[in-house]
């Protein structure tokens, strides 16, 4: 026998149609191809093959070998057969039709049928399958089993055990999708039952996906059960509003309120999934906490509600005199992150054409004033597609816990790594994904720049080898870091010079390497530098466009590609802050940004807030920031505004509105326009055709678009690259010293899930919050005497708060983390800006104290 | 109750090294982590996913597949009375009862469900064949099975286990040969007699 390469197609028959599918095709997904659908229950396309339900038995007959007497067909799972030339598949023998019979009456048999109460009613495989395919009658006259009903598995799902058909989606999505197996089957057969160790609550982030995947009313939300039937819900097409990733989502609404979210099939964004984030947390749009109408502050600074026409004439009044009295760039406005293009667009207009000011920023905090840290490149701040995380070769995440900041993007991550990609994990502390890294950088906070220069040094060491053999020329680079060894650059990012190399090796090796830098890293002061050195990397592994810098906010790149970043001598947004503080800067306007919460120094966020002559804010929420306002509009929520938005690379997403909004609240865009009007320079909108129209022909990375927002699966756009990059190498600052002082530097970061205002609207996700923490290393707690689960306060330059206290291995010696969403007030009550390190000590909090009372 | 360094080592050391992938060590590290402590808590669930990267959840999933493994404590004996055929038609449920009887428990305590006696010296149940039937009714002590014990023997069995060891004792078919089979026309295949030619 002479052994032939595998064919790359079969040609098999399916009810007596012929058709060819590529080879290691399922049954089931050859008979879909034929335009037959096979029922199934257990079957995913998304999950591995468990064949446990047994609804997909088809007769199957498999060519026989040349010479042999044909073998007779057989009833086979369709879902675990994959196809092979010849093979006949027949969905409706008799058999088969008999086989999926027999399973129905089974699965009803243990069913218990109560439809009625059931929120999957009306929408579940279970009832349809029944339908089409069981038995009209049932036989079975015993006693049905019963077990546990309405359990909950965390307070955001509940399990029906007398519903669950056994099917295993649920526990196969944990383990494989987020890699979370903490949901399985105890016991077995006729006893088994869904439950996880201890029954604690399931914390995934991404546990609300198995209410979608289970085919029956056995997992139901928290938030949705007993709310709607599935014909009373209207649809709407949207996008999260939630996080830069931008799932797609679908608004199903009834009584013009949101009902539920769930996902929207595209496979280049979030495939099938969307977080418990984005899933559970829309409650906020129907709050009767919202803002209705606006509110103008009076002679004596209390704020009371207006008319529009009042608000409208206040704002621009005391806008208009500090124009007058200092100049525009008196002004500084704040905001964009979470909106529309069109509103986006209209701010941007709004600030540049009317207030004249260049001091507009989006990236709440930001130390530098230059956007995209890549611009020196000819590149964008991000460069690749999302979906090719899937087949990268090797993988680096530096200053990003992805499970936090890009969650869905992480489920694609990890895909990556099952599939081969090695991931290589650079932060302070821990994250979620250390869990299958390849390999990990503890590096000293605020060192990434010394630590990617390592990794170029390490390749001027060892330069890539490309496919022919022939070693890179990286002699440029050698200069470009300006002599700066392994063992230098290593020492001051605190780790071992061999974990550099090593890191560099595998960089150098993969054939997709992919870089992703966090958010945070491009708005820090020392952002231009690190765009250097990662744009370097790029180059020298070959792949420039391979470097990403992920943005804060749903439409954080929509606010960037709008222009919603500093002007021509304009300052950043933690600057403009500091100068409000100062009172060089006299009015603010804020658009949807609590900077209270968000500003990096909460003293001085409110110091900005009390000197500013003039604070102008767009708010859904009564917010502390917006209780300091002169002026507030009451905007309207992502469910109510038709138009766009852009999500982290780059792909312009449309937005169809949900929920018709009350006329006391206007789309950001609208409330642009008309101040503008009243400011005597209008832009004159009154639809969002028209802000779309003019943004799309306005901006030029939508210049590709060519005029028409794009359909369903959305499109990239890119800025066009900056006419004055080069291709030499670009040198890098030297490598800063760190000077560890006494203290434990402080870490921060958001929570995919913390006690903002948005969130606490919906209470069954608030209640998964932890408590406001801090974490430290076992040393450092040993050294300080203090121990895990008290209260400690944290003392840092800004003043103090109190934390429960984390003690685990999570960070290293020396650094303390907590997050700074969560707790009030925030984290950033104890840091000033402008300091590079905040360093703080922590203390117990005396039990004498607690029992006084505070 | 937590695993001892010892296990900890056989675990890291001889378990995981035997198999292609980490969780395939998941059985003789549950069955270590119950000699050791003579059942499975949620500490050991832990302990046992961390050593083998797993989920808590994953472990303790595994261990209640199999009823051999106890997720709660157990007493310092675990009796178990063959509930199956053999057994039962030689008068096992009776045997049984007598032994819930003895000890102070309830009888006709069906499925798997183990009842235990407040002192915490015995723990009872029925289980599913052991493969003794030629001793039946068969009752298992602790991984050891003794039998015939019928019902009038419980006493006796309770007081002296030994005595009703079916160590050592020569299997009836399989020494006595075709005789000790007196079954009217059975032609059977009775093994041959010890020391003939094969
Ligand atoms: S709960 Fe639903 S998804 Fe999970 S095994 Fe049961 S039927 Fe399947
Ligand atoms: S990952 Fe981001 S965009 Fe997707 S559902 Fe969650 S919050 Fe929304
Ligand atoms: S769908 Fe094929 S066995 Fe369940
Ligand atoms: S039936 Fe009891 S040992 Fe086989």
């Known amino acids: 026998m002479t052994a032939s390469p595998p064919p790359a197609t079969v040609t098999l028959t399916v009810d007596g149609h012929e058709v060819t599918v590529p080879a290691g095709t399922l049954a089931v997904e050859a008979a879909r191809a034929a335009g037959v659908d096979v029922p199934v229950f257990c079957y995913h396309p998304k999950l591995s093959l468990a064949g446990a339900c047994r609804m997909c038995m088809c007769e199957i007959g498999m060519a026989s070998p040349p010479g042999q007497p044909p073998r007779p067909p057989a009833m086979m799972t369709s879902c675990t057969t994959r196809v092979s030339n010849g093979m006949t598949i027949n969905t409706m023998a008799p058999g088969a039709l008999k086989a999926r019979e027999g399973v129905i009456e089974f699965l009803l048999i243990n069913h218990p049928l109560d439809c009625p109460v059931c929120d999957a009613g009306g929408e579940c495989p279970l009832q349809d399958n029944s339908h089409a395919w069981g038995p009209k009658e049932s036989r079975f006259e015993e006693q049905k089993r019963l077990a546990r009903k309405g359990a909950a598995l965390s307070p955001l799902v509940v399990l029906d055990q007398e519903r669950c058909i056994v099917c295993y989606r649920c526990t196969r999505f944990m383990d494989e999708v987020p890699g979370e197996a903490e949901l399985s089957f105890f016991n077995r057969g006729y006893t088994s039952q869904l439950r996880t160790v201890g029954d604690e609550p399931m914390k995934s982030r991404f546990q609300g996906n198995i209410i979608d995947l289970c085919p029956c009313g056995a997992l139901t939300s928290e938030t949705y059960r007993f709310k709607a039937r599935p014909q009373d819900l209207d649809h709407a097409d949207s996008v999260c509003g939630q996080c830069p990733v931008g799932c797609n989502v679908m608004l199903d609404t009834r009584s013009n309120e949101v009902a539920r979210v769930r996902p929207r099939q595209n496979e280049a964004v979030n495939e099938i999934w969307i977080c418990d984030k984005g899933r559970f947390a829309h409650h906020y749009t129907s709050s009767p906490n919202r803002l209705s109408g606006p509110w103008v502050a009076g002679d004596g600074g209390e704020l009371r509600t207006s008319s529009w026409a009042e608000a409208h004439g206040s704002a621009a009044v005391r806008l208009q005199a500090v124009k007058e009295k200092h100049g525009g760039a008196a002004i500084g406005v704040i905001g964009g992150r979470n909106l529309t293009n069109e509103d986006a667009y209209a701010l941007a207009r709004f600030a540049a054409e009317v207030l004249e000011t260049p001091n507009v920023d989006f990236r709440v905090g930001a130390e530098t004033a230059v956007a995209n840290p890549l611009a020196p490149f000819g590149l964008n701040a991000f460069n690749t597609t999302l979906a090719q995380a899937e087949r990268a070769g090797a993988i680096l995440l530096i200053g990003t816990d992805v499970y ?120 820090r002061h020392d952002a231009p530098s690190l765009g250097t050195a990662l744009g370097n990397l790029g180059r020298a592994l070959g792949h420039p466009e391979c470097v990403n810098f992920f943005v804060e906010g749903a439409n954080g790149r929509g606010a960037e590609f709008a222009g919603l970043v500093p002007g021509d001598g304009g300052v950043p947004a933690g600057e403009i802050i500091a100068r409000a503080a100062s009172g060089q800067i006299k009015a603010l306007y804020l658009v949807g940004e609590n900077i209270l919460a968000t500003h990096p120094d909460r003293a001085q966020a409110l110091a900005a807030l009390e000197a500013a002559d003039v604070v102008v804010v767009h708010e859904l929420f009564a917010t502390e920031t917006a209780s300091h306002a002169d002026v507030v509009f009451p905007a309207v929520s992502i469910a109510e505004k038709d138009g766009s938005i852009t999500n982290i690379e780059g792909r312009v997403q449309r937005i169809y509105q949900a929920v018709r909004p009350s006329p006391d609240r206007l789309p950001d865009w609208r409330i642009l326009s008309d101040l503008s009007g009243v400011m005597g320079l209008g832009l004159g909108y009154v639809a969002t055709s028209e802000v779309t129209r003019d943004l799309l022909a306005d901006i030029p990375a939508y210049a590709s678009l060519g005029g028409k927002l794009p359909g369903s699966e959305g499109a990239i756009t890119r800025e066009p690259a900056d006419a004055g990059h080069s291709d030499s190498w670009p040198t890098i600052a030297p490598v800063p010293v760190f000077e560890p002082g006494d203290g434990l530097t402080l870490v921060t970061w958001s929570e995919l899930v913390g006690n903002e205002t948005i969130v606490a609207e919906t209470p069954e996700l608030l209640t998964t919050v932890p408590e406001a923490y801090v974490e430290i290393n076992r040393d450092d707690a040993s050294r300080l005497g203090l121990v895990d689960g008290t209260q400690v306060e944290i003392h840092g330059p800004g003043g103090a708060v109190e934390r429960v206290l984390r003690v685990n291995g999570r960070v290293p010696a020396g650094v303390c983390f907590a997050p700074d969403n969560l707790g009030s007030p925030r984290i950033n009550a104890v840091a000033r800006h402008g300091v590079e390190f905040t360093v703080v000590t922590l203390s117990p909090v005396q039990e004498a104290a607690l029992i006084g009372g505070r | 109750m937590s695993l001892s360094q010892a296990a900890r080592d056989r675990i890291v050391n001889d378990f995981i090294p035997r198999y292609p992938s980490k969780r395939a060590a998941l059985m003789p590290s549950l069955w270590l982590a119950q000699e050791e402590a003579g059942w499975l808590g949620p500490e050991v669930f832990e302990e046992v996913g961390e050593l083998l990267d797993l989920h808590p959840t994953d472990v303790a999933s595994v261990a209640s597949f199999y009823v051999m493994f106890h997720r709660r404590k157990i007493g310092d004996r675990l009796i178990e009375v063959c509930e199956n055929p053999s057994c039962f038609l030689n008068g096992s449920d009776q045997t049984y009862a007598r032994i819930c009887d003895r000890l102070g428990l309830e009888a006709g305590h069906g499925g798997h469900g183990m009842q235990t006696t407040p002192d915490g010296k015995f723990s009872v149940r029925p289980t599913e064949c052991l493969a003794a039937c030629d001793y039946a009714p068969v009752v298992q002590v602790d991984l050891r099975f003794y039998g015939p014990v019928h019902e009038a023997d419980v006493d006796a069995f309770l007081a002296n286990m030994e005595a009703f060891s079916i160590q050592g004792k020569p299997s009836v078919s399989m020494a006595n040969g075709p005789q000790a089979v007196p079954v009217d026309g059975w032609e059977g295949h009775a093994p041959p007699a010890p020391g003939s030619a094969a």
């Open chain 1, 404 to 523: 936090d900041e890009v969650p869905v993007q992480w489920l694609r991550i990890r895909k990556g790594a099952k599939a081969g990609a090695k991931l290589i994990v650079a932060n302070p502390r821990a994250t979620e994904a250390d869990r299958i890294a390849f390999q990990r950088l503890r590096h000293r906070p605020g060192s990434e720049v010394a630590l990617v220069t390592g990794i170029l040094a390490a390749l001027v060491e060892t330069p890539p080898v490309d496919g022919e053999g022939v070693a890179r020329d990286l002699s440029g680079l050698s200069d470009a870091i300006g002599g700066t060894t392994v063992e230098v650059a290593a020492r001051h990012a605190g780790v071992k010079p061999e974990t550099v190399r090593a890191v560099a090796a595998t960089l150098a090796g993969a054939k997709n390497p992919l870089v992703y830098a966090g958010a945070r890293l491009a708005i």
